[in-house]
């Protein structure tokens, strides 16, 4: 069985709490269960971390690539949080690497402040979501699941 390896970055650990008009009212523990049931219905191991520093989140997406080499990861589905519109490092990280990134937003960011809506992560993501509240990372993981099944 495969595993999904979902990355929280900054300020993630705060959900449930943090501006609930826009990230809703669910923790980050909700939403590893969340997780975790939709990788079991997708047959999938899960991998669920959160970091507020971008160099923990630079060497996770380090080993996802050695893991997705070997053929036992399926993917990593990336909420970078704000570092999702400052950081080359984890831009060169997914392009270094390799892995199939899946880029998550639990909020539409084109709906928000302009300074969200550029993204140095979307260029060597594989696909992009936002907008879909948290249920955004249950999609995240049936679409890499379709992606394994049909080989995109
Ligand atoms: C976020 C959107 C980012 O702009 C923000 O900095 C976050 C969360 C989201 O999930 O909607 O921390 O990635």
């Not at 990230?23 to 669920?48: E, H, K, T």
Request: hydrophobic share 45%.
């Amino acid at each position: 069985m495969k595993t999904i390896l979902v990355l929280n970055g900054p300020n993630l650990n705060l959900l449930g709490t943090r501006e609930p008009q826009v990230y809703g009212s669910q923790n980050l523990a909700d939403v590893q269960a969340l997780c975790d049931g939709a990788c079991d219905a997708n047959g999938f191991d899960l991998d669920f971390r959160q970091s507020n520093h971008e160099g923990e989140l630079v060497d996770w997406i380090h080993e996802a690539g050695r893991l997705h080499a070997d053929g036992t990861l399926a993917g990593v589905i990336l909420n970078a949080g704000a570092y999702t519109h400052t950081s080359v490092a984890l831009h060169d990280a997914i392009k270094g690497t390799g892995v199939t990134l899946i880029e998550l937003h639990i909020s539409n960011v084109f709906a928000r402040e302009a300074f969200r809506h550029h993204s140095y992560i979307s260029p060597v993501a594989k696909a992009v979501m936002c907008g879909f509240g948290v249920n955004g990372y249950a999609l995240a993981i049936a679409a890499l699941a379709a992606m394994q099944t049909k080989g995109a």
